[in-house]
Structures are given as structure tokens and as C-alpha cells.
Nanobody, 121 residues
Framework: QVQLVESGGGLVQAGESLRLSCVAS????????MGWFRQAPGKEREWVAV????????KHADSVKDRFTISRDNGKNTLYLQMANLTPADTAVYYC??????????????WGQGTQFTVSS
């Protein structure tokens, strides 16, 4: 089992930046591809970004490319999502996931509980 705990949500203004974190525990963190997904109100959960186990390969959804950056620190068992130039359309619950890479996205085996943030205009 892998336990994932996200943090960093809240309320921000449009145009601001924010960083989400996800701390993993349980099985070795560096054995899993990791990803960020989000679910906006009334919408299905969608893939945002993925990163392979050693951090050398990343993919970002077109909707966030050039604004969001996924990264990981295997020494700290932590996944990050650095977000810039936020818009109200980015408002959602953000989930981190651990699993297997299936480019351009991934197949999640474990989910965090999610962290909500809202972007006001």
C-alpha cells in the first residue's frame, strides 16, 4: 500500500502562483510513476501531469502546459506541482496518484484524498 497526502490548496487570485505537495509513505516512493489529476465541480476527473519514477520524464496536459510543472524529490518522498498564471478554470480538487506510466498519462493504483483550491477572478 502507498499512502498519499496532498497539501497546498486554498484561495488564490487569478494570475498568482501556487505549489501543491504530495507526501508518500508505505512502499518505496521511487518505485512508482506519479501524477496529478484534478476534478472541477460537475466535471470528470482529468489528468494534469505525470512523472516517471526517477523524475527524468514528464508529461503535461495541453491545458496546463507552460504554466504547470510537475517534479519529485525521491529523497523526501514528495511530489510537487508548481502552478503559475492561474485562472478560474484551474479551480478544482487536485489529487496525486501513484501507479504505472501509460504515456501520455498513467494508470493510477493509489490516490490521495485531494486538496481543493479556488482561483478567484
Amino acid at each position: 500500500q502507498v499512502q498519499l497526502v496532498e497539501s497546498g490548496g486554498g484561495l488564490v487570485q487569478a494570475g498568482e502562483s501556487l505549489r501543491l505537495s504530495c507526501v508518500a509513505s508505505g512502499r518505496p516512493f521511487n518505485g512508482y510513476a506519479m501524477g496529478w489529476f484534478r476534478q472541477a465541480p460537475g466535471k470528470e476527473r482529468e489528468w494534469v501531469a505525470v512523472i516517471n519514477a526517477n523524475g527524468g520524464l514528464t508529461k503535461h496536459a495541453d491545458s496546463v502546459k507552460d504554466r504547470f510543472t510537475i517534479s519529485r524529490d525521491n529523497g523526501k518522498n514528495t511530489l510537487y506541482l508548481q502552478m503559475a498564471n492561474l485562472t478560474p478554470a484551474d479551480t478544482a480538487v487536485y489529487y496525486c496518484a501513484a501507479g504505472i506510466l501509460a504515456l501520455p498519462t498513467m494508470h493510477p493504483d493509489y490516490w490521495g484524498q485531494g486538496t481543493q483550491f479556488t482561483v478567484s477572478s
